[in-house]
């Protein structure tokens, strides 16, 4: 096998992982949203906001591939195999749990909110905590290919 291999291996998991985390955490809010609509309808944009959130990380796995897109040569070694492989691995794991964890807590917000709780500007304060950890490991995807 030679080293690019693993690189795009990684590459593959990276986008596809954060995607289909992406997809869960939008389908748990999406199906929130539906259900608060038939309690109350007037706050539909609040659930499209919250429902949207978990789409970041599948944003955040695409994006990763453009941060190690230069570092794809054929003739690259197994380090640089590895690094890209490890750090596309950190941020296809982190976005995958995070997006959906996220949508839970959306998902809560979205439910609070369709019975009538003035919970909005709350929900979006600690949706962002499970975003921030696909933010750190994005982060570390950049650092990890600037060092490379």
Known sequence: MEPIILAYIGIGLMVGLSGVGSAFGVTITGNAAIGALKKNSEAFGNYMVLSALPG??????????????????????????????????????????????????????IAGIGSGYDVFGKT????????????????????ISNAI
């Open 56 to 109: 970041t990380q599948g944003l955040y796995g695409f994006l990763g591939y453009f941060l190690l897109q230069s570092k794809l040569d054929p003739a690259m070694t197994w380090g640089t195999a590895a690094a890209v492989f490890g750090a596309s691995i950190a941020l296809a794991l982190t976005a995958l749990f995070s997006a959906i964890r996220q949508g839970q807590v959306c998902a809560n917000g």
């Open 124 to 143: 979006m304060i600690l949706a962002v905590f499970p975003e921030l950890y696909a933010i750190v490991s994005l982060a570390a995807v950049f650092m």
